[in-house]
C-alpha cells in the first residue's frame, strides 16, 4: 500500500534517493505490481540493495597457447568472462562489473527524476549484465568496443586478423562470448565450455559468426609514446602517406651509430622482424636488396596503416619467397594455405616478386576489383611467369580469382597511381 512504501522510504537515511521516492509515490491508496514504480524499487532492493551474490566463487581460469581463458561455471556471469577472455587479462572482477551495472541504472533513474518511469534493467543479482555494462567495463580498462554489422562480416572481418589487441564479442541473446586472434591462430573462448575451440579456416570463422544476435569488436587503442621515454627504439619515425615528406625513415643519432656498428660486425644477431645483420647489409649502395629486408619494411608499413583510426582500407603484406616455396607449385601451396586467413579477404594485398633472381618488382592484388596489377619501375610490356604463379595460387584459393584482370602498370603511370583508387 501506499502507507506502507512511505513508511520504508522515511527510513532512508539518503535524503536526495527519500526525496525522490516520496515524490514519485502515486496518490491511490494501492499500487499495482507491474507498474514501473514497484518494478524500479524491486530492482532497487533486490538487486543492488541485495546482499552480494556468491556467483564470482564459481569463475576460474586456465591458460592456452593464445593466452588467457576465464570460465564461468554454474554462474550467469559470461559477460565478465566475455571482456575478459578478450582482452587476455583478468582485469574485471565480478564485483566492478556489479558496480558499473548499478551505477548505469541508478544514473537513468536520477535522470528521469521519477521512481514511476520505466529504466530498463542493466543486470540480474547473479549476473546478466545488459552490453551496455560490458561496453563500459572494457572503456574502463582502456579498452573501445563498437557494434559490428552482422549482415557484411567480409567487409569488417579482416580487423581481427591484423589489428593487435583485438577480438569479437558475439552475443547470443542469452550469452556472450568471445572469438580471440593471436600471431598463429584464432580460437573461440565460451566460458561454458571446457576449452578453447580452435578455428583454422575462414569459412570456419564465418560460419561461426553467421546468424548471431549481435557482434561487437573490441581492440586496445594505439598507446601514445610518451615524449620522455628513454626507448630510443621506440623514436623511430615511419613517413605519413598522406603528406609529402619524403623521408623513408630516421633514426635516433645514438640508435643509428648502435645499428652501423652491428652492421660492421658479424651477420648472426636477429632484429625484430626476423632481419638479421646480414640482411641489413643489403641496404649498402650497390648490394642486392635481401628480400627479409623487404618483407620486414612491408609488413611494418601495411601493420601501421592497418591500425589506423577508420583505414579506408585492409592491407597484408605476402612473403617474398612465398612463390618459391615447395618447388614453386601454387596448387600444394594454396592446400597448405587452407588453414591461415585467405589473402582475398583483403582490400590490398601486396606481393614482392623477384624476377629472374636479379629484379625486383611488386605485385598489387585487389580482390574487391578483381584486379592483379603488376607494378615494374623498368616498364615493358612482358608480364612476368611469377605473375601466373601468383594467379593460379589465388585461383586454388577460389577459383573466382582466376577470371581476375591483369594489368601491367608501366613504369611512367606508377606516379599517377595511388592505393586509394
Known amino acids: 500500500t501506499r502507507h506502507q512504501l512511505s513508511a520504508i522510504f522515511n527510513s532512508w537515511q539518503d535524503e536526495d534517493w527519500k526525496r525522490l521516492a516520496l515524490e514519485s509515490l502515486p496518490d491511490r491508496a494501492c499500487v499495482k505490481r507491474d507498474e514501473p514504480f514497484l ?55 565480478a564485483s566492478e562489473m556489479d558496480s558499473i551495472a548499478d551505477s548505469l541504472w541508478l544514473d537513468g533513474l536520477k535522470h528521469t527524476g521519477s521512481f514511476s518511469t520505466p529504466i530498463d534493467g542493466t543486470r540480474y543479482r547473479d549476473g546478466m549484465y545488459s552490453i551496455e555494462v560490458l561496453e ?19 567487409e569488417q572481418i579482416v580487423h581481427l586478423f591484423e589489428l593487435t589487441q583485438s577480438a569479437i564479442l558475439i552475443c547470443t541473446g542469452s550469452h556472450y562470448y568471445t572469438i580471440k586472434s593471436w600471431k598463429t591462430g584464432v580460437a573461440v573462448l565460451d566460458s561454458l565450455q ?130 618459391r616455396m615447395k618447388g614453386g607449385n601454387m596448387a600444394l601451396m594454396a592446400s597448405a594455405y587452407q588453414k591461415r586467413v585467405s589473402p582475398l579477404l583483403f582490400d590490398i594485398v601486396l606481393w614482392p616478386i ?24 623498368l616498364g615493358g610490356s612482358a608480364m612476368p611467369p611469377e605473375v601466373q604463379k601468383i594467379r593460379t595460387f589465388l585461383a586454388a584459393l577460389n577459383e573466382e580469382a582466376s577470371h581476375y584482370a591483369v594489368v601491367n602498370v608501366a613504369a611512367r603511370s606508377v606516379s599517377c597511381f595511388t592505393a586509394g583508387q
Open 354 to 377: 623477384l624476377i629472374s633472381r636479379s629484379h625486383w618488382a611488386l605485385v598489387v592484388v585487389k580482390p574487391k576489383l578483381k584486379q592483379v596489377l603488376h607494378f615494374d619501375s
Open 136 to 154: 563500459k567495463a572494457a572503456e574502463s580498462v582502456g579498452w573501445t568496443m563498437a557494434r559490428l554489422d552482422s549482415r557484411n562480416i567480409s
Open 194 to 323: 571446457e576449452h578453447p575451440r580452435f578455428l583454422f579456416t575462414s569459412a570456419d570463422i564465418f560460419t561461426e559468426l553467421a546468424g548471431k544476435d549481435a557482434l561487437y569488436f573490441l581492440q586496445q587503442p594505439i598507446q601514445k609514446q610518451d615524449s620522455k621515454s628513454t626507448d630510443e627504439s621506440a623514436a623511430v619515425h615511419w613517413p605519413n602517406p598522406k603528406s609529402h615528406d619524403n623521408t623513408f625513415l630516421q633514426l635516433p643519432p645514438t640508435l643509428e651509430k648502435k645499428v652501423v656498428e652491428l652492421m660492421s660486425t658479424g651477420g648472426g644477431t636477429t632484429f625484430p622482424g626476423g632481419v638479421t645483420i646480414t640482411a641489413l647489409k643489403t641496404l649498402a649502395q650497390g648490394e642486392w636488396l635481401n628480400s627479409s629486408v623487404i618483407e620486414a619494411f612491408l609488413r611494418k608499413a601495411t601493420h601501421s596503416v592497418n591500425r589506423e583510426k577508420n583505414a579506408p582500407f585492409y592491407t597484408l603484406a605476402m612473403d617474398p619467397d612465398f612463390i
Open 39 to 93: 518494478k524500479n524499487l524491486r530492482h532497487l532492493s533486490e538487486v543492488i540493495l541485495a546482499p552480494k551474490s556468491s556467483a564470482h566463487a564459481q569463475l576460474s581460469v586456465q591458460h592456452f597457447v593464445g593466452g588467457l581463458f576465464q570460465r564461468q561455471g554454474s554462474s550467469n556471469l559470461c559477460g565478465v568472462c566475455a571482456v575478459n577472455n578478450a582482452i587476455g587479462e583478468t582485469k574485471i572482477s
